[in-house]
C-alpha cells in the first residue's frame, strides 16, 4: 500500500489529524534536508512536503521563494534531490510528497519523472501549475505506479471544477485555504470550517489544509476540521533565522518550533 494511504488510515483511527511540514530540498545544502527531516519525524511530523526548488514559483510567497533562490543558486539538481531521499530511504519510512514544477515534469516525459521519484522512494506529489483539465496524462502515469498525485482546490474554484478535482485528487486533497500566495498571516479565513465542511460532503478522501498556518493556534484549529494540517513558510523562516549556525544546531531550533506546531495540530496544547 502507499505510504500516504497508510498514513492516514493509521491516523483516522486514532482520530488525529495528518502534521504535514512543507521544507525545500537543498535549502541551504541537502544535508540539512536530510537532517531536518529524520528531526521532523522524530518531532512527530506524518508526511513531508519536500518542495523542489525552480525558478519560477506559481503560489509561492516571499519566503519559499528565498528558499528555492538559495537551493538553486548553488547549482541544485533534480537528480540530486532524488539521491538524497533514496538515502533517507535506508533511515525512515515516512511519507514523502514532492512539491515540484510541472516544467520539471514535462521535461522528462511525465510517465519518467514518475518512475524516477518512485524509484528514489517519494510517494507523491503536487504540481501546482497542472490544470486538472491538462492531467490525464499525469494521473493515469501515477496509478499504474501506486504513487499519488495530490490536487489543490482553492475557495475561488469553481463548483464544476471542484467536483472534478476532487474525484481526480490521489492520497489527499489540498485545499489552499486563501486567494493568494504562501506566507505567514495573522489569522485563518472565517470560512474555513464551512469550506472543509463542504468538501468532506463531497469526498471521503482525506482532505489537508495549507497556506497561512503559522501558530500552534492556528494548527490546532485547523486540526479540529481538516484531515491535515500543511505548514511551510513558517518552518522555512524559522530555519532562516538560524543559517549562520551548524547544521545540528538548525536542525535542533527547527525541530523544536515544529513540536509546537504538532502539539497544536493534534490538539496536545
Excluded: W
Aim: with cysteine.
Amino acid at each position: 500500500m502507499n505510504r500516504i494511504d497508510q498514513k492516514f488510515q493509521e491516523l483516522r483511527r486514532r482520530r488525529e489529524p495528518a502534521f504535514i511540514p512543507f521544507i525545500t530540498a537543498g535549502d541551504p545544502d541537502l544535508e540539512t534536508t536530510r537532517g531536518l527531516i529524520l528531526e521532523l519525524e522524530r518531532c512527530g511530523a506524518d508526511i513531508i512536503e519536500l518542495g523542489i526548488p525552480f525558478s519560477d514559483p506559481i503560489a509561492d510567497g516571499p519566503v519559499i521563494q528565498s528558499s528555492y533562490y538559495r537551493a538553486l543558486s548553488r547549482g541544485l539538481r533534480v537528480s540530486q534531490v532524488f539521491e538524497c531521499v533514496k538515502g533517507l530511504r535506508r533511515e525512515t519510512e515516512i511519507p514523502i510528497v514532492a512539491m515540484v514544477s510541472y516544467s520539471l515534469v514535462f521535461k522528462g516525459t511525465p510517465e519518467n519523472f514518475i518512475a524516477r521519484a518512485q524509484e528514489a522512494g517519494f510517494d507523491g506529489a503536487t504540481i501546482p501549475d497542472l490544470p486538472i483539465e491538462e492531467s490525464e496524462v499525469v494521473l493515469r502515469s501515477a496509478t499504474e505506479k501506486d504513487f499519488r498525485i495530490v490536487c489543490f482546490v482553492a475557495p475561488t474554484t469553481t463548483p464544476e471544477r471542484m467536483s472534478r478535482i476532487v474525484q481526480c485528487t490521489q492520497g489527499f486533497l489540498y485545499y489552499i485555504s486563501v486567494v493568494g500566495i504562501t506566507g505567514v498571516r495573522d489569522a485563518l479565513p472565517p470560512d474555513m470550517r464551512e469550506n472543509i465542511q463542504m468538501l468532506k460532503g463531497m469526498t471521503d478522501k482525506p482532505i489537508a489544509l495549507g497556506f497561512g498556518v503559522s501558530t500552534p493556534e492556528q494548527a490546532r484549529a485547523v486540526g479540529q476540521v481538516a484531515d491535515g494540517v500543511i505548514v511551510g513558510s513558517a518552518i522555512i523562516r524559522e530555519l532562516e533565522k538560524h543559517m549562520d549556525k551548524p547544521v545540528a544546531e538548525r536542525i535542533r531550533v527547527v525541530g523544536k518550533f515544529a513540536s509546537k506546531l504538532v502539539a497544536g495540530a493534534k490538539g496536545r496544547l
